[in-house]
């Protein structure tokens, strides 16, 4: 009985460590969750991933300040930009993960 319950307990620990990693490295996942819905079309104002000419002059901020706009929210010029994309059950390490994702794929 001993060694059953040191193998579950081993077994929960590792999925625990896996899932941590995954969802810390995965800003496509995080975008393909939170933020498609708006920035996959450009609804609402959001600048579109991929439409390099929407993102130009928003990757010349520093990306301290677009993960500050994404975590805390933004009201710019063309639009409300939700906190965490009204997902605040993110980590702020996740947005940060989505946001390297959207300029990485939008210049
Ligand atoms: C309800 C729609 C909506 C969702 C969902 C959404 N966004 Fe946005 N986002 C916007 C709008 C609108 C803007 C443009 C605001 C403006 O510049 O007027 C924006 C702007 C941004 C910007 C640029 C900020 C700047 O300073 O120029 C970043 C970065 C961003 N969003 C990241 C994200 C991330 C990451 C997610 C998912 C976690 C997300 N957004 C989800 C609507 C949304």
Known sequence: M???T???AAIALAGMAT???AVAADGK??????CIACH???VA???KVGDK???ADRV???MDTLYKHAIEGFQGEDGVMPAKGGYTNLSDDEVRAAVDYMVQESQ
């Open 2 to 4: 001993k060694s059953l």
């Open 6 to 8: 040191a193998t579950v």
């Open 19 to 21: 899932a941590t990693t």
């Open 29 to 34: 996942g995080v975008y393909n969750q939170a």
């Open 40 to 42: 996959g079309n450009g």
């Open 45 to 47: 104002g959001s600048p």
């Open 53 to 55: 000419e929407a993102w």
């Open 60 to 62: 010349t901020k520093d």
